[in-house]
């Protein structure tokens, strides 16, 4: 949830005003859930410095901040530009139309018609070292599958699940619409569900 006083028309001029203490509440505010935008892009070792990267950026460009659209936002966009130069220095191009076509939906099976889960969840007992074991082994699975996910697709779980960043907000940071988003957010949580699935039924990746 964006904080309050990113609407607060005070605060907004004391940052355009170049007060230190009210960018260092945005900072604050922010900096987690941009962290999570940057990893969908680049990755878990190179999204701090993305993000340090944006700030910078972005403390030089409020004074001329219009207003046009949540800071959360605003912000969001900076770090995904700083990102998409980030990749274009290693010779990467960032696509968030995602027209691959996925397998079996992991989910189509898992809800009855009420919503409610008609395959719930498997319950790990980490109560052993054996489940312990089994967890970070799972764990590593999953990091795995992130890194091998789509970047459209990491992009969206990141931001949504990770971040918590509002789904509207999400789809005008990216400029694309609340259809494609929902569709590429399915996708990678179906492919999360199935590498979950098949890791209980076979103990591997």
């Not at 964006?2 to 230190?20: I, N, T």
């Not at 076509?101 to 070292?129: I, K, M, N, T």
């Not at 890194?147 to 697709?153: C, G, K, S, V």
Request: with cysteine.
């Amino acid at each position: 949830m964006v904080a309050a006083f990113d609407e607060d028309a005070s605060f907004v001029a004391a940052l355009r005003e170049g007060d230190q203490h009210a960018f260092s509440q945005l900072v604050r505010h922010h900096h987690r859930a941009l962290l999570a935008v940057a990893r969908g892009l680049v990755g878990e070792s190179e999204a701090e410095e993305v993000v340090q990267l944006a700030w910078i950026k972005a403390h030089r460009a409020l004074p001329t901040f219009e207003g046009r659209s949540a800071l959360r936002t605003w912000l969001s966009r900076i770090v995904i530009n700083e990102a998409r130069m980030q990749l274009r220095s290693r010779r990467r191009e960032v696509f968030l139309e995602d027209l691959a076509v996925e397998g079996d939906d992991a989910l189509a099976d898992r809800f009855a018609a009420s919503g409610h889960w008609a395959q719930p969840p498997h319950r790990w007992q980490e109560d052993s070292p054996e489940a312990l074991l089994t967890a970070e082994q799972l764990r590593d699975c999953l990091e795995r599958l992130m890194r091998e996910m789509p970047d459209n697709q990491r992009l969206l779980l990141e931001m949504r699940d990770a971040g918590g960043i509002d789904f509207d907000e999400i789809c005008n940071t990216l400029s694309i619409s609340a259809s494609n988003a929902r569709v590429l957010l399915h996708r990678a949580r179906s492919r999360l569900f199935r590498l979950v699935d098949h890791y209980e039924e076979t103990g591997e990746c």
